[in-house]
Structure formats: structure tokens, C-alpha cells
């Protein structure tokens, strides 16, 4: 890939200024964010990612620029099924909605470290064993089918689990004190759920890496792309999160177009290890020419089709439900967040009291 090497280092220090910015304000100013401030934030990093897209494309070649964007897609839908588990573990743990930002700031921060890892060993092991495409494809397969086969249930067992373990072993009280991580209780420092809430986070963006990464090798293996269309994907994810609210979880045929992407993605790289074999019990180690290569620009259609069938899909479903009144359309309204929600619940929200034994200048 011939891109210049003042752009990617360049590319860096932007998205890492704009990490940092994104940061401070979700731990400088605690607070929901509005529908209004969400959607903007939201088409500042659309707009972003199609700018990277068009200077790929000018720097460098159409072929590398398309990879981007399918990748970018790909990784964004990815990070919309991540969010319906992010709104599981806020609702079983009772987060404070005032609080959940800077939650989720720190579940993104995991989720880019993370993904960085896997995408360095991911783009090691490509280099040396061309045979892993074949192991990419078939967990890709896998995953597929757990997407559209299984629901997030397993997700809160984790959970129970995980606060039976930690309760076991180190002091944790039920109730939250702001975003503190500890607090004190008669003189005694303990641990708040925002412990129990982080690891829970942390053990999601695991798993959703190791489904991630090998399904941006099917598009592209330039690490600089695939480590870039990660981060524009987590980009925003925060604002897409009180957006989107209870909406994710109404959209009952998404989970459905995200395994068939996978599926697609996953056959895209069985056929690529076929078409670069080199195993000797396969085809005696010779390539397999009538394997076909799936261009980026099919990839990139088939992605951002099945997303729009799957949205459509369950629009109309909704819809249709309304109607026959399986579905109150009041109940509907609620789940999107109004532009005046988050004053309103920042505002009823109580302050936290101060508790036994703590410093009254912590709060």
C-alpha cells in the first residue's frame, strides 16, 4: 500500500487527539447526552471516516480506499451488536444513567487496546502461515451461527457468575457512590459495582475482538487500514449507545444481518486460503485455482445490503406489530430517547449523600 508515511503517522496523532478530547469530556462533565448532541457527535465521526476514505482515495488507490470503508462497515456493525450487550450489563447492574459515560469511555478504551493486540498477532501470524485464513474462516463460520442462533442470555450468566466470584473474594457494596471506584462505609474502604460493571465491560470487548479482528482480515491485511477502520468504528460508539437507547433491542432481524455478514466474510476467507493453499493434504499443496477471489467492491455491497435489509426488516416488523397492537406505540416512543430526556433525568437524578465515614470534600 503506497501511502505516504507523514499520513499515517499523521492519521495517529489526529484520532488520538480526538480520543483524548472524547475523554476529558466524558470525565471532565459527567452527563446524559442529549438526542441532538448525540447525533451530531455521531455525524462529526461519519464524517470523519468518509474524509479518511476520500484522502485514502486521493493518496493512494480506489482498491485500498474501498477496503477501508468495507472494513469501517463492517467493524460499525460489529459495534452496534456490541452495544446491545453494553445496554445488558448497565440495566443488570443498575448504573445511574449519569454515569454510564464515563463507563463506556473506559469499555471503549479496553475495546481499542484490545483490538490493537489481536490486530498486531492477527497481522503476524498472515505474514508467516497463510494457512490461518483457513482458522479465520471457520471461526468466522462458527460465530456466525452462534449470532443468529443464540441470544445474550449467556452474557448475564457470565455476569452472575463473575459478582458470585468477586463477592467471594473482595469486599463489593450494592450501591454506587457517583463513578467512584471505591468508597468508604463505616471507616472501611470498599469496592462499588463500578468494579463489578468494568470487568464485565472489559471481558465483552474480549470477546467481541477476537469476533472483530478476523472478520477485518476477510477484508483487507494492511494492519494501518485495519487498525484505523477499528477505531472509527468504536468512534462514537458512546453517543450511538443514548441514541439509539432501547431501540438496539427492537431491532429483532439485526443480529441476523451481522451473522450473515460474518457468514459471507467467512466463506470470503476460506476461499482465499484456498486460492493461496499451501497445505499438503490439501489439494497436495498446490493452489486451488478455481477458488474464486471475492473482490472488495462485492464485499463491500454485500455489508452494506445486509445491514439495510436487516434495519427495513425490522422497521416493518415493528411497524406491522404496532398496528396489530402487539406493540403499545407509546412503549415504542419511550425506548427512543426524547431531546429533553437527559435534562430531565440529569435534573430528578439525586447528587449522592455523603456516607458514613466519608471525606465531605470528595463530594
Known sequence: MSIPLWFEIGTYAVLLVILAFDVIIAFRRPHIPSTKESALWIAFYVSLALVFALLMLLLGDAEHAGQFVAGWLTEYSLSIDNLFVFLIIMARFAVPKKYQQELLMVGIILALIFR??????????????????????????FTAWNQAFTNHD??????????????????????????????TIDGTRVFTPVLVVLIALGTTDLVFALDSIPAIFGITQEPFLVFTANVFALMGLRQLYFLLGDLVEKLVYLKYGIAFILAFIGVKLVFHAMHENELPFI????????APEISTWVSLGVIIGAM??????????????IIRGEIDETD????????????????????????RGDDPLEH
Open 116 to 141: 490493537g493486540i489481536f490486530i498486531l498477532l492477527g497481522a503476524a501470524l498472515i505474514a508467516n502461515f497463510s494457512w490461518v485464513f483457513y482458522i479465520f474462516g471457520a471461526f468466522l463460520l
Open 154 to 183: 449467556d452474557e448475564e450468566d457470565r455476569e452472575n457468575r463473575l459478582i458470585r466470584f468477586l463477592r467471594r473474594r473482595i469486599a463489593i457494596t450494592d450501591e454506587f457512590d457517583g463513578a467512584k471506584l471505591r468508597t
Open 283 to 290: 489439494n497436495g499443496g498446490e493452489h486451488i485455482d478455481w
Open 308 to 321: 439495510a435489509v436487516a434495519v427495513i426488516a425490522s422497521l416493518i416488523k415493528i411497524r406491522v406489530s
Open 332 to 355: 415504542f416512543r419511550a425506548s427512543i430517547p426524547p431531546e429533553d430526556e437527559a435534562e430531565a433525568v440529569q435534573a430528578a437524578e439525586p447528587s449522592p449523600s455523603p456516607r
